[in-house]
């Protein structure tokens, strides 16, 4: 985020008496840290913000200072001065949570994702950005913010998850030169790995399931999480964010790829990839998207078939390499 951009929206913020902070349906830590990043620091300036997010935030991120104070809401009655939109490439994304024209005065928003929609009055889109925590933190320092410890702590945590601990694509000297200054400042990485990466013995049950319908081709490889799955590890779905990254991990897999089964019956599949492989493109077929190394789709079919569709579609595009 550069200056005229970050005064612009400091501008806004600092004019706004109420100010309703939001990030995509089921938030990540890159959402759930730049967001209370944000709120602590407004609600120091003496603002009145709420963070309000379709789905809870996992519970992972509640050691974060006032994550209690997150709220959930299908729809949002109130209306604000102002609205910050985190990590959301079109408003759908946020789950439609309020009438976004009548209920906002100005909307900001702040993304990282390609193919943003720019339905903001501000718009701030980034793609090269390792994180939106990565840009909440120049936002700050091009305004002059000084960055407390709990600042630094949730903007720390947005990186560390988005960047999968400093090891993805996305991790430059740049992520590393902020991240050395958000420890200058005060955030603890030993203590937000340990509760962030934090496992239990429910979700490790789970991950063995997991494994045990694990199936590895030449270059890729897949598993799924079944509501059977689920029911008999009695681990939830908000621990399941790293599963992925044991199938990535696997050298000579060029594409990974998990499928969840949701409450509501739909499959939510989750891509990630390594050398240069563009998993965007292969969400996209299926109406999902993200970013070239790690993307994801909403399938409404059975698991079975969905599974199917997108492996069909993963072995023409590796063929067509
Ligand atoms: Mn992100």
Redesign the pocket.
Same mark, same amino acid.
């Given at each position: 985020m550069n200056q005229a951009q970050s005064k612009e929206i400091g501008s806004v913020l600092l004019k706004s008496r109420s100010v309703l902070l939001t990030t995509h349906i089921n938030p *990540?830590g *890159? !959402?759930i840290g730049s967001g209370l990043a944000l709120m602590n620091e407004l609600l120091r300036r003496g603002k009145n913000v709420e963070f309000i997010n379709r789905d809870t935030a996992p519970k992972m991120y509640s050691f974060l200072p006032n994550s209690d104070k997150i709220k959930t809401a299908k729809k949002i009655t109130k209306c604000y001065d102002a609205m910050v939109v985190l990590?959301c490439p079109d408003l759908s994304r946020n789950g439609n949570i309020l009438d976004y024209d009548r209920q906002c005065g100005k909307i900001l928003n702040i993304d #990282? #994702?390609m193919g943003n929609g720019m339905y903001g009055h501000i718009n701030v889109v980034e793609p090269k950005a390792a /994180?939106? !925590?990565v840009q909440i933190f120049q936002l700050m320092k091009e305004l002059k913010w000084k960055i407390s410890p709990v600042v630094a702590a949730c903007l720390y945590t /947005?990186i560390v998850t988005?960047t999968g601990s400093f090891r993805y694509s996305n991790t430059t000297p740049q992520v590393h030169r902020i991240a050395a200054e958000l420890l200058e400042l005060g955030a603890n990485p030993d203590q937000i790995c340990s509760e962030v990466y934090a496992t239990s013995k429910k979700s490790t049950r789970l991950f063995t399931e997991m494994l045990k319908v694990m199936k590895l081709e030449d270059k890729f490889g897949y598993s799924y999480l079944t509501r059977a799955m689920f029911k008999k590890t009695g681990a939830e779905e908000s621990e399941t964010d790293n599963f992925i990254n044991t199938i990535r991990s696997i050298k000579g897999i060029e594409i990974s790829i998990l499928f969840k089964e949701t409450l509501s019956g739909t499959v939510k599949a989750s891509f990630r990839s390594k050398n240069g492989t563009d998993v965007n493109l292969l969400a996209k077929k299926f109406g999902g998207g993200g970013h070239m190394h790690a993307a994801g789709c909403a399938i409404d079919k059975p698991i079975k078939t969905a599974i199917a569709m997108v492996i069909k579609e993963v072995r023409k595009y590796l063929k067509g390499k």
């Open positions: *990540d *890159d !959402g990590e #990282h #994702h /994180a939106v !925590g /947005a988005d």
